[in-house]
């Protein structure tokens, strides 16, 4: 592996290690709200995991900003967009954003919206 290469697999490694801290933080909210690893939208419950909630992510921004441009512009750019997701402080727990949390529940609603179309009816 040349030091391109290897670079870029750090870069990557932090790209996936920082999805997992959002994917966390995001799993530690809906239990606290829910009381279990679900989410709930319009009557619609869908069982979520750190992996399912990476899976997310990556699928709707580190794959797409790859593709749009290229992996080494992608991966900062995921990176940037990830880092605004979550806050952290000396004095403070870290939390998501307003905008993070906003992100990541459009996605389930997205997902929620797209069960609910293909069932034909409200699931409880």
Do not use: W
């Amino acid at each position: 592996m040349d030091n391109k290469q290897e670079v870029t697999a750090i870069h990557h490694s932090i790209v996936d290690s920082t999805m997992a801290i959002i994917a966390g933080l995001f799993l530690i909210e809906q239990i606290n709200k829910n009381g279990a690893k679900v989410f709930i939208h319009d009557g619609i419950k869908i069982d979520i995991d750190r992996n399912l909630i990476v899976l997310g992510l990556k699928t709707v921004l580190k794959d797409c900003l790859i593709e749009d441009f290229g992996e080494r512009e992608g991966l900062n750019r995921t990176y940037g967009l990830l880092k605004a997701m979550y806050f952290e402080s000396s004095d403070k727990p870290m939390e998501l954003t307003q905008s993070g949390r906003e992100m990541l529940e459009s996605l389930f609603i997205d997902l929620a919206i797209d069960i609910k179309a293909e069932s034909g009816a409200t699931i409880h």
